[in-house]
């Protein structure tokens, strides 16, 4: 893997010239950056942008690596929904990047990638016989081993319940410490729990948060993670969407 | 239905059968008694079984090579935007011909052996099974489609690897409308010039003013078609079976 770049991105995005935002927005290299704001603000246009993903909407603006060198093959992608492929195993569904680009999968590599996510014993299972929490180790699987410096992460812990998502934020942040990784999110708490920074985007552009100074993952009872998650809250639910 | 029941079915069927038989008291050259048509099929057997193969290897023909070119042309259009442009209404168009219409042609230029009914089948099965299959290869999870593009996928191997797996449901349910049009293509070839075939026989046994030959043919037609029914939903279930991960 190469050293993770930071990424800029600045620029206005309209959507049937209607400006959608108009931003500038910095992911510093190797650390988390949480991504909040109100229902429908662009925060997963602005992660799609970055991936080259269709937007349905004009961007106007640049997005560069601090490396300079093109982002295409750099950066993973994990969305709310696991997208494990339903005919496959655990592991073959984890290998799909390799197969998909046409190189020979690493074996191997997959079933340490399975026992560090603890699934080295559902390998052969279909999809379908995994809990949801279960399935969303595999993705994350999926995600790492694709071993891409930057990782954008579209709300992937939001539809489990509290406790295996609590479980899952800490797994992820071990996981990928060390990689510049975009969280988009709409829970206050996880990122309180997880970022190095906090952008909050509205209308008029995005808006950094203080963080506290203590490492992530944060304790969820520790009380710096309390008064930024509930002054986040109280701030998010006076923005305009 | 439980499998146990379609002998008591058939028997239910039978019974009403010959009640109809006595009641109306028919001759026999309009409706024969069930006893009567055994007879004929028994007498009949070996004539039955030559043609009801003929009809049979026609049906399969037509519908592995219709299912096959069927699917081939559902990739084709899925791949490219251009051609699903061109082809497909040209192809919705071509259904506002009857293919029915089509089979006198199709025998003055197939000729009266297997040729004109396995191309009648093909033309019949073809477009169900077009349509039901590349409406689920284009109707691939927006996203699937994003993974795939931010891993980096190759067109080919995301249609091998995402696209046709996920559109085996959509397969399946064309198969199943394939296995119900092939026989009728097949017959309604055989009826319009063939010197064998169940739909031959049937026609010869009506001219002949043999009803009790043509119910035979009919019956054997029947089943065929049954067991090319059973058989292809047992296939159409395994492809959505696969595609769910249930199996």
Not at chain 2, 123 to 138: E, K, M, R
Request: aromatic fraction near 6%; charged fraction near 15%.
């Amino acid at each position: 893997m190469t050293p993770p770049p930071a990424l800029h991105l600045v620029g206005q995005h309209q959507i049937d010239s209607r400006p959608l935002f108009d931003a500038d927005i910095t992911l510093p290299a190797g650390s988390w950056t949480c991504l909040l704001g109100p229902s429908g603000v662009g925060k997963s246009t602005v992660l799609r942008l970055m991936l080259g993903l269709e937007t349905g909407g004009v961007f106007a603006g640049t997005i560069s690596p601090s490396d300079g060198q093109p982002l295409d093959g750099r950066i993973s992608y994990m969305a709310q929904s696991d997208l494990l492929l339903p005919w496959l195993s655990v592991i073959d569904n984890i290998m799909i990047g390799d197969r998909l680009r046409g190189v020979p999968p690493d074996r191997d590599r997959a079933t340490d990638m399975l026992a560090r996510v603890g699934l080295a014993d559902h390998a052969q299972k279909k999809p379908l016989a995994l809990s949801g929490g279960m399935r969303q180790r595999a993705a994350l699987a999926r995600t790492l081993l694709e071993d891409r410096p930057v990782v954008f992460l579209d709300e992937p812990f939001s539809a489990l319940d509290a406790g295996t998502r609590a479980a899952m934020q800490e797994l992820a942040a071990e996981l990928l410490s060390g990689r510049t990784v975009l969280l988009v999110t709409h829970d206050p708490a996880e990122a309180a729990r997880l970022a190095d920074h906090i952008l909050i985007l509205s209308a008029e552009g995005a808006q950094s948060w203080p963080v506290p100074a203590t490492p992530v993952p944060r304790a969820i009872t520790a009380p710096e993670t309390w008064a930024c998650q509930s002054a986040l809250l109280s701030h998010l639910r006076g923005v305009p969407a | 239905m439980r499998r146990s029941d379609i002998p008591l079915a058939i028997l239910l069927g039978l019974a009403l059968w010959q009640g109809i038989v006595l009641l109306t008291d028919a001759p026999h050259y309009i409706l024969p008694s069930p006893w009567r048509v055994a007879q004929a099929a028994y007498y009949a057997r070996v004539s039955l079984l030559e043609n009801a193969w003929v009809t049979t290897v026609e049906v399969l023909l037509g519908l592995l090579i219709g299912t096959g070119l069927g699917a081939a042309t559902a990739i084709q259009l899925s791949q490219s935007k251009t051609s699903e442009r061109l082809l497909l209404p040209l192809l919705v168009f071509t259904q506002a011909v009857p293919v029915f219409a089509l089979a006198p042609l199709l025998t003055l230029w197939f000729g009266y052996g297997m040729g004109s009914k396995i191309v009648m089948a093909v033309l019949i099965i073809y477009f169900p099974v077009t349509s039901a299959f590349h409406d689920g290869l284009t109707r691939v999870p927006t996203g699937y489609r994003d993974l795939a593009q931010s891993m980096g996928a190759r067109r080919l191997r995301f249609m091998r690897h995402v696209q046709i797996p996920q559109a085996l449901p959509s397969l399946a349910t064309g198969l199943r409308l394939a296995a119900v049009y092939a026989p009728i293509g097949a017959v309604i070839g055989e009826w319009v010039g063939a010197s064998k075939g169940l739909g031959y026989l049937m026609l010869l046994a009506n001219g002949r003013a043999k009803i009790d030959l043509m119910f035979a043919a009919l019956i054997v037609l029947a089943c065929l078609t049954v067991l090319l029914h059973f058989a292809v939903g047992q296939l159409a279930l395994r492809l959505t079976r696969y595609a769910e991960g249930r199996m």
